[in-house]
Nanobody, 110 residues
Framework: VRLVESGGGLVQTGGSHRLSCTAS?????MGWYRQAPGKQREWVAT???????EYADSVKDRFSISRTYDRNTVYLQMISLKPEDTAVYYC????????WGQGTQVTVTS
């Protein structure tokens, strides 16, 4: 399975941004982790195979995960961004993750 991410960039505090991840191969649970400098990778959100969504407490009510009809692409819509959201965001496939995307940098400026 190959995961291709896009959408990273620079955004101001309080702003919005969207990441996308497209998977080759079969349909599975997909979602996002992130890793800030000097910190461990942390789970952010999951889109289950059946459409159920799950979020870390730190992003609940600010981030939203969705997917395309064919279920091969997931999006992470982020609003009310904070400097502490700055991280490399990694898309994953399967739970626990079997495959990872290459990572995309999101930097939130204060």
């Amino acid at each position: 399975v190959r995961l291709v991410e896009s959408g990273g960039g620079l955004v101001q505090t309080g702003g919005s941004h969207r990441l996308s991840c497209t998977a080759s191969g079969s349909i599975n649970h997909m979602g996002w982790y992130r890793q800030a400098p000097g910190k461990q990778r942390e789970w952010v959100a999951t889109m289950r195979y059946n459409g159920r969504t799950e979020y870390a407490d730190s992003v609940k009510d600010r981030f939203s995960i969705s997917r395309t009809y064919d279920r091969n692409t997931v999006y992470l819509q982020m609003i009310s961004l904070k400097p502490e959201d700055t991280a490399v965001y990694y898309c994953f496939w399967d739970d626990p993750p079997s495959y990872w995307g290459q990572g995309t940098q999101v930097t939130v400026t204060s």
